[in-house]
């Protein structure tokens, strides 16, 4: 009787452990959505990050998940709408109770996907979103950004046209405040670094923009030493393929260039050469981890990771690393541990500064070369590292409320 009273209690305890709050979390994988471009003219971009995305997932959960749970990844397309995000993103708050989002295409879609973040108290964080104001003015404890900045990248850029001993530069960028940024960065590091390189012109133009030749035609005019461009996806594929239709013959300093897709779209590989691209991540940086995950890549799909694929991934793998040092699915205890945190990555070590969340790493700056190992056509060469302390905004210039 005794024995049978012993087995009941057993029984019961395991039942009611069971129905507990811990045992569900126990067999509930751990949640990340990741809002994506996926239709319309930027889709590739959008489809090739979460390639990455699922890479580094598939690489965790090989490993025994996080905390020994699954991670799940919910992809959803945020057609670039901020009101499609917002509610695509609070449907994943209420009926999968997601603590962590993750997003890269469009400034207009970070600056939605920051405040949904601070008004639910989730954790948002990016593999590109690169304006310096969501960092800067519009930081706050719920968005992180291990990327480069606009800053970071125009910075480098700066020094790049330094050093090639340019001296007139044109600008032209998409009219948003991404595009806005970046190229005031660009011009304030300059006029910073050497004052006698002179600005001939600049331009702002849509999103989307099918036409360039008018904007090209007054870059041609200027007689520029150089082209500045922060454009991605097709708006940058499409400036710089018109304007060597129109006869452009300098080279162009660009943020993204390294994207083989763009590459090939533009079609004329002589016309690229000595152009420049500087990014978190190039294909030919030469560590190991980047080596490694260059193949595993390609053994997955059968390309190399050039651009956002090779981003998100290596941004995964970091809030990994952070979900891991906080020891618990929580998401206040996660921003916690990562602040503060040191990651080696595929490009390099990254430093999360606890009060912006602003990631302190490297920016590769790659210039186009005729050959590549990796591709039938010309592709980025070696890669030259500038250090985060040659692109950093210090923290009392950041405009960040939390760096006072």
Request: charge should be positive.
């Amino acid at each position: 009787m005794k024995g049978s009273g012993l087995k009941l209690a057993s029984v019961l305890a395991l039942c009611v452990w069971l129905w507990s709050p811990t045992y569900a979390q126990a067999i509930e994988p751990i949640k990340l959505v990741y809002g994506e471009a996926l239709s319309g003219i930027f889709q590739d971009v959008g489809e090739r990050s979460v390639k990455g995305a699922e890479l580094a997932i598939k690489a965790i959960n090989k490993q025994g998940g996080l905390l020994g749970r699954e991670v799940k990844l919910f992809v959803f397309d945020h057609e670039f709408k901020m009101d499609i995000t917002t509610r695509k993103a609070t449907k994943y708050l209420l009926e999968e109770k997601a603590k962590y989002f993750m997003g890269g295409t469009g400034s207009p879609i970070a600056n939605a996907m920051s405040a949904f973040g601070e008004k639910n108290k989730v954790l948002v964080f990016t593999y590109m979103w690169p304006p310096q104001s969501l960092t800067g003015p519009k930081c706050h404890r719920y968005f992180f950004r291990p990327s480069a900045s606009t800053n970071m990248q125009s910075y480098a850029l700066a020094h790049w046209v330094n050093m090639k001993r340019f001296k007139k530069v044109y600008c032209i960028a998409q009219d948003w405040n991404f595009g806005k940024e970046a190229t005031e960065a660009f011009i304030n590091k300059l006029n910073e670094i050497n004052p006698s390189i002179k600005i001939v012109g600049q331009i702002l133009h849509k999103p989307g923009e099918k036409e360039y030749a008018p904007y090209v035609s007054q870059a041609i005019a200027a007689k520029p030493d150089v082209i500045f461009t922060p454009n991605w996806g097709n708006d940058l594929r499409l400036v710089i393929k018109q304007g060597l239709s129109l006869g452009v013959k300098v080279p162009w300093a660009t943020y993204f260039l390294g994207d083989v897709n763009t590459i090939t779209a533009i079609g004329n590989d002589d016309g690229l050469i000595g152009s420049v691209a500087a990014e978190d991540y190039q294909l030919t940086i030469p560590t190991e981890e980047n080596k490694k995950f260059r193949e595993e890549f390609y053994k997955e799909y059968g390309f190399y990771p050039t651009w956002t694929d090779g981003k998100a991934y290596n941004t995964v793998l970091y809030w990994a690393e952070a979900v891991k040092a906080a020891g618990k699915d929580d998401q206040e205890a996660v921003i916690n541990a990562w602040e503060g945190l040191k990651f080696k990555g595929v490009s390099g070590e990254i430093y999360m500064r606890p009060c912006d969340h602003q990631g302190l790493r490297p920016v590769w700056l790659a210039e186009i070369v005729k050959k590549s190992p990796f591709f039938n056509h010309a592709h980025v060469g070696e890669p030259m590292m500038v250090p985060y302390k040659d692109i950093d905004t210090p923290i009392e210039k950041t405009g960040c409320k939390r760096c006072r």
